[in-house]
């Protein structure tokens, strides 16, 4: 089994080919190829390489399928004894990254 662990707008991914994954927003157009450089560790059939801090050998070969919004998120704000409340919704902008190919040079 090949898979990497890559780290994507601050969060650190575990990351196998033919799979899709939603990453935070990345403001590029839908269809289009994009690169992950930023592996942190590659296991290829058993063999591990570990960088230090990243991989520079690896890249990562994804494709944009489409850009959406996460979950709907209530933050409720309340002081007690003041009748103050405050309910607010937040989604995240997320886009969703079809992972083609991890290609070792």
């Known amino acids: 089994m090949k898979y990497a662990i890559v780290e994507i707008s601050g969060r650190q991914f575990w990351i196998e ?12 157009e839908l269809g289009k190829q994009i690169t992950l450089n930023r592996v942190l560790l590659l296991n290829n059939e058993g063999e591990i390489l570990i960088g230090k801090p990243y991989l520079d050998s690896v890249k990562i070969k994804g494709k944009i399928l489409e850009h959406l919004r996460g979950k709907k998120t209530i933050v409720y704000k309340m002081r ?3 009748k103050t409340r405050k309910k607010q919704g937040h989604r995240q902008e997320l886009t969703r990254v079809l992972i083609e ?3 070792i040079n």
């Open 80 to 82: 007690p004894k003041k």
């Open 101 to 103: 190919d991890i290609i």
């Open 17 to 28: 080919t033919g799979k899709y994954y939603d990453f935070n927003r990345i403001p590029t």
